[in-house]
Each structure stands twice: as structure tokens, then as C-alpha cells.
T-cell receptor, first 114, second 117 residues
């Protein structure tokens, strides 16, 4: 059973460009979480999605960040007009169900904004 | 809001010895899960062990075990017979089971474990 897939693994963008990060959950998992890890920090929750629904986006910055999880295809975290402070590792996790289920993490996408 | 505190930024252990990593948390809830994740230099997040708060028995996974003290809100990780491959950042994490939230994980800042040959 393939694990959580994320791509790209590394992404370099210049200030003002857009970044698109993709996450394919484990087979059979319909719950996706996005977390951000700044250097020397723990992971911070950003958003929780189910298929076609954003359940909780309380950790998302109010501007420039958006996420989706369409009926078909991967979940996408989109960052518009990136700034240097967006440089971080972005992790996706998936779970089979919500209650009582462990979240399994992907390998992360390292975003570097020049 | 829940908080997770890991008071040891760095720890070291001799190969084959035992080490304990500390974690405390703050919550007003009675139902929750606690986790330890390992992040090696590859930066992949790997689940090490999990504990349900309603279970009094401490979880164990091979060389990894926890000491869960619910009243003290403490959740330490013990690694026995340490191996070179155990060297990594270790994160303690909390997840509510109240049903009101999204079951997001709240992480501590991590403890960097070095294993000395």
C-alpha cells in the first residue's frame, strides 16, 4: 500500500510567484491535513479537508493561501505571491477516518523563496 | 487551546543505552490521543508510538515505550538499547477527541537526539 505522496519534493520560487504543492493521500484515505514546519520549529496545523470540502482552515494565513481536495485527484495547497517568509517545509498527512485514526505523513515539500 | 512542551532541545545517548525524552501538555479535555513522531535527517515524519488517554496501560512498540501520567499531563518516551538509526528529531503531539474540532495535531518544538557510537 503506497504511502502518502507529495510533489514536488523541492520547490524554488522567486518572490511574487505562485507555489502549488500536491498531496496524494494513502489509498482509501479521505481525510487530508496540511502542516507547515518553519526552520527549527515543530509542525503547525494549517488546514483540514475531506473530499470537496474544507472542514477547518483555522491555521491558514488569511491571505495568499488556499487549499482544495477535489473529488478526483490530489489535494493542492496553493500559495500566491510568495514571500521569503513562506520558505518552509510543508507536510501533508492523511487518515482513513477522523476519530481515533492515526495521521500518516508524506515526505514533505521544501519550499524556498528567493 | 492545547499546548505541548518539550523541555529538552537536545539529548544524547550512548549506543545500546537507554534514554528518556520528556513531554508535557496542557488540556482541559479528558479524551485525547498522544503521539511520538520521529523525524530523521531525511525529514520524513515517522510515527513511533501512540497512546489513548482512556487507557491506563502504557503503550509499547519494540524498543520504544511511554510513561503516560494523565494526572500530571506527562508523556515521556523511553528508547531502550539505542541504535545509531534512532538519531533524529523527536516530536511529541496531542490530538483532541472531543468531536468539536478537526482532530488536528498540536506538536511540541522537538528534541534532537544524538546517538554516540
Amino acid at each position: 500500500n503506497a504511502g502518502v505522496m507529495q510533489n514536488p519534493r523541492h520547490l524554488v520560487r522567486r518572490r511574487g510567484q505562485e507555489a502549488r504543492l500536491r498531496c496524494s493521500p494513502m489509498k482509501g484515505h479521505s481525510h487530508v491535513y496540511w502542516y507547515r514546519q518553519l526552520p527549527e520549529e515543530g509542525l503547525k496545523f494549517m488546514v483540514y479537508l475531506q473530499k470537496e470540502n474544507i472542514i477547518d482552515e483555522s491555521g491558514m494565513p488569511k491571505e495568499r493561501f488556499s487549499a482544495e481536495f477535489p473529488k478526483e485527484g490530489p489535494s493542492i495547497l496553493r500559495i500566491q505571491q510568495v514571500v521569503r517568509g513562506d520558505s518552509a517545509a510543508y507536510f501533508c498527512a492523511s487518515s482513513l477516518d477522523r476519530a481515533g485514526e492515526t495521521q500518516y505523513f508524506g515526505p514533505g515539500t521544501r519550499l524556498l523563496v528567493l | 487551546a492545547q499546548t505541548v512542551t518539550q523541555s529538552q532541545p537536545e539529548m544524547s545517548v550512548q549506543e545500546a543505552e537507554t534514554v528518556t525524552l520528556s513531554c508535557t501538555y496542557d488540556t482541559s479535555e479528558s479524551d485525547y490521543y498522544l503521539f511520538w513522531y520521529k523525524q530523521p535527517p531525511s525529514r520524513q515524519m515517522i510515527l513511533v508510538i501512540r497512546q489513548e488517554a482512556y487507557k491506563q496501560q502504557n503503550a509499547t512498540e519494540n524498543r520504544f515505550s511511554v510513561n503516560f501520567q494523565k494526572a500530571a499531563k506527562s508523556f515521556s518516551l523511553k528508547i531502550s538499547d539505542s541504535q545509531l538509526g534512532d538519531a533524529a528529531m523527536y516530536f511529541c503531539a496531542y490530538r483532541s477527541e472531543s468531536g468539536a474540532g478537526s482532530y488536528q495535531l498540536t506538536f511540541g518544538k522537538g528534541t534532537k537526539l544524538s546517538v554516540i557510537p
